[in-house]
């Protein structure tokens, strides 16, 4: 369900300006679909592609589709003179997509020769290589010295993956999806220009799942979208983000730190284990308040019951939020309420020892669980609110991390 439908998409890349570098390799055809993420999230794309890579993508592909400018032939009379120093120099971020071993080795001897690697001298943008080869050949040590020494230059690595290769057979070395190759950019210029350069946000996603036998267990309908936005809006403002949910890790999880847990408990001792050092806690999840006293060792059967029905012994989980006391760390709630919200979500704030909350009524189609958008109240610890608009699930995360920023604990940047 996405919900929302007149709310506008979230632009975490507006104003920005993407070189994309496509070099020679079957995989190339990835980098249209990434050309793609990253305009829809706002960026103007340029792309400049190798010889090689031409072979495989046309040039006209990527000038039916983005924005920005193509460079293709270094000898084209009809292109703007010094094309590739243009693009450079604009660009806030370029990505290299996908990099086979040869334009690997001439970023990192200072190569220029096509209008990729000659882009990429260009600019003094955060770079983002994106490997692209067989296994055996990225394995080889040539390969791995070349993509040390970029590390070294503080080059953004992004990938490979495990999976299966054009030459039939599966290991590290396929070009990761374009999802993380838009998120790779994102947190690329995050981590360069960010607010939260320097900071350590924890984020609690999806609904925790009580177990009562192998097969069952209590829970709730929270899907952990909210908790995932806040994570990748964290991120691309800069900031060591851990995500700890109970759903399969999200795709474009690029530069998030995913804790898998189930249960309240579990949840507990990974936010102990994060908050070391942490500046800020947002507890998204939908944690349950009871769990069963015992899980049934086995499935339990209807012939289990007696002729009153099952009865299950429920027991207190522990209040996850308010126990976490950690030297300097701003906790931030979240109240899924039916009823009463204003004064549910009030008295949440000085019981927890919340900075503020976040407040949402869960009855409205177009907001709280399973949908992309929220209408949330921002509480603070003074009974301050704010209302905020239907809002896609991102733009209030990037609205509780400006709450977060203003918040006279939070600590001054140095720079």
Do not use: C
């Amino acid at each position: 369900m996405s919900g929302g439908g007149d709310v506008p998409a979230p632009l975490p890349l507006v104003g920005r300006r993407i070189t994309l570098g496509v070099t020679g390799s079957i995989s190339a055809y990835k980098s249209v679909e990434a050309a793609r993420r990253l305009e829809d999230a706002g960026a103007v794309v340029d792309v400049a592609l190798t010889p090689s890579a031409a072979r495989f993508i046309p040039p006209l592909t990527f000038r039916s589709l983005v924005k920005g400018e193509v460079a293709a032939d270094l000898w084209d009379p009809s292109a703007p003179a010094e094309q590739h120093v243009a693009m450079g120099r604009r660009a806030d971020a370029m990505l290299v997509a996908p990099a086979s071993a040869t334009t690997l080795a001439k970023l990192a001897q200072g190569i220029g020769d096509n209008p990729v690697t000659l882009t990429a001298l260009a600019t003094s943008a955060p770079l983002v290589v994106a490997p692209a080869m067989d296994s055996v050949m990225y394995a080889q040590p040539s390969v791995q010295a070349n993509l040390e020494l970029l590390k070294a230059r503080g080059t953004f690595i992004a990938g490979p993956a495990i999976g299966r290769l054009a030459s039939g057979g599966r290991g590290l070395g396929r070009l990761i999806e374009p999802i993380e190759l838009a998120a790779a950019v994102r947190s690329a210029i995050g981590r360069t220009v960010g607010d939260l350069r320097g900071r350590h946000v924890i984020v609690t996603a999806g609904g925790t799942r009580e177990p009562i036998d192998p097969v069952r267990f209590v829970g709730n309908h929270s899907s952990g979208k909210m908790g995932v936005a806040v994570a990748e809006a964290a991120r691309d403002q800069g900031a060591a983000v851990t995500l700890i949910t109970t759903q399969a890790p999200p795709d474009g999880r690029y530069g998030i730190v995913v804790r898998s847990v189930g249960t309240a408990v579990e949840m507990q001792q990974e936010i102990k284990n994060a908050a070391r050092g942490a500046n800020a806690l947002v507890m998204a999840a939908a944690v349950a308040d009871y769990r069963p006293a015992e899980a049934a060792e086995s499935k339990l059967k209807k012939q289990d019951a007696d002729e009153e029905g099952l009865t299950l012994e429920m027991v207190e989980n522990p209040d996850v939020i308010a126990s976490i006391d950690a030297p300097h760390l701003l906790k931030v709630g979240f109240a899924a309420e039916t009823d009463d919200l204003i004064e549910n979500a009030r008295a949440k704030i000085e019981k927890k020892g919340l900075a503020f909350i976040a407040a949402n009524d869960v009855t409205q189609s177009d907001a709280g669980f399973q949908v992309d958008t929220n209408r949330v109240v921002l509480i603070d610890a003074s009974g301050e609110l704010e209302r905020l608009p239907l809002l896609h699930k991102y733009d209030v995360g990037v609205a509780i991390l400006e709450r977060l920023k203003s918040h006279p604990e939070w600590p001054v940047r140095a720079d």
